[in-house]
């Protein structure tokens, strides 16, 4: 019984540990797009990023269980997977990425960034978005204007608001981005002027937590120069764009014409198995390496390393990378339909297949309907598909399927999604 299931759950592990939807869901089991609950009830994932190359994959889990059968042991011990694996990572960078860090989530991968951000740099400064999510440590917990935390914005962070074409339909979007720019430059100027100096620009680089905004593509650039300028860094964080899921390349970084000087990854790098990771130039590691012994006890052990390869293995034999930008064009069409008969959609978000749709009160006002996105989300799982909610105004439904999503699988999507909408009340 789910009822009992999760009062033990809250005994063990706290009454307000996160769970989804207003009936929590029992999952058993995987398969490619799906997931299967006690029940054995299949639903159409369209949310979870974690198995980018699909729940289960068999080569990925033959892998893991091929090289947990050998050896998994930490990395001060030559091995040639992990070497393997990171030469394979490494490769699929731009000049001067060349240098990997492996760890075991998104959060020490951003951690460890900051932390060689600031000793390299000498200053403690953060800019980040002004609704962003990086990670769950302390420093990161004060650099978090995203999710509720009993940490407040730390002093020496300054959050940013972020350009949406979405909101300016009809302006310049070079002009645009220009303008948001100059809030970067001014929060430079903030924490120099308060004794902080610039370490560092930590941007999510499709701004998932935002919303998934429609962003100049000069902004990023601009807001990057202004930092290095200031003898900072810029970081992207890769946790969900990467991976190939804007189908427009490896990572989301490309979509914004700079290089960054850090890359940290997570979530779908081992889809499922905790890998994660840092990327940065070999001058820059070696530089931090002459005054830190940085070691991470499970990053990147044997196990890991296979896993890591398996996917990359997955994503370069089965095309998934085209397969992102074929499925995510043609899912992203048939959500365009539902805007004309669907009144309380604004619009149509996301790149790939890392999508959404915002839900308004009504067109003219642009007023965020969270109440309705959340009926929404929980009515699509009465009815078999999977999906959640992010944006500052929690009204953009937010959708990021493992990246073999195909067309059948969109059609379901769309048209489950056009009765709910009109079974939530939002027909036009």
């Known amino acids: 019984m789910i009822s009992n299931l999760l009062e033990r759950r809250r005994r063990v592990t706290g009454r307000n540990t996160l769970l989804f939807y207003d009936e929590p869901l029992e999952i058993v089991r995987g398969e490619d797009v799906w997931l299967i609950d006690a029940e054995g009830r299949r639903y159409l994932d369209v949310y979870n990023n974690v198995p980018q190359v699909g729940h289960c994959h068999p080569h990925v889990v033959d892998a893991l269980c091929r090289q947990a059968r050998e050896i998994n042991i930490h990395t001060r011990y030559l091995h040639e997977e992990m070497v393997r694996y990171a030469e394979r990572l490494t490769a699929l960078f731009d000049d001067p990425l060349s240098t990997a860090i492996l760890t075991c989530t998104g959060t020490e991968a951003n951690e460890l960034a900051l932390r060689i951000a600031r000793h390299l740099s000498g200053h403690t400064g953060i800019i980040v978005s002004d609704f962003s999510y990086h990670g769950n440590s302390l420093t990161l917990a004060q650099a978090t204007t995203g999710l509720p935390a009993p940490e407040a914005l730390a002093p020496h962070v300054r959050a940013v608001a972020i350009p949406d074409m979405h909101m300016h339909e009809g302006e310049d979007p070079e002009a645009v981005g220009q303008a948001y720019a100059r809030h970067v430059e001014e929060a430079v100027r903030s924490l120099q002027t308060a004794g902080f100096g610039v370490s560092a620009l930590l941007f999510d680089t499709l701004f998932s937590t935002e919303g998934l905004p ?201 048209s489950t999604l056009d009765k709910v909408l009109t079974k939530a009340g939002g027909q036009a």
């Open 214 to 414: 429609a962003v100049p593509g000069n902004f990023v650039a601009l807001a990057a120069a202004a930092v290095r300028d200031a003898g900072g860094f810029y970081i992207a964080d890769e946790v969900q764009p990467g991976f190939g899921r804007t189908g427009e390349g490896m990572w989301g970084y490309s979509l914004h014409g700079t290089i960054p000087d850090f890359v940290t990854m997570g979530k779908p790098m081992g889809n499922g198995h905790p890998l994660a990771g840092m990327v940065t130039s070999e001058e820059i590691i070696n530089r931090f390496a002459e005054d830190s012994l940085y070691f991470n006890t499970f990053g990147g052990n044997p196990v890991s390393a296979a896993v890591g390869n398996a996917v990359l293995d997955v994503i370069e034999n089965q095309g998934l990378i085209e397969n992102a930008r074929v499925q995510g064009k043609y899912v992203q069409e048939r959500l365009r339909e539902l805007m004309v008969r669907h009144e309380k959609v604004a619009a149509v978000r996301g790149r790939g297949l890392f999508f959404g749709l915002e839900l308004v009160e009504d067109r003219q006002s642009r007023k965020p309907d969270a109440a309705y996105t959340k009926r929404v989300v929980n009515m699509m799982k009465d009815e078999g598909v999977l999906i959640s909610r992010v944006g500052p105004g929690d009204n953009v439904l937010k959708m990021r399927p493992p990246i073999t999503f195909q067309q059948e699988h969109a059609d379901l999507l769309v």
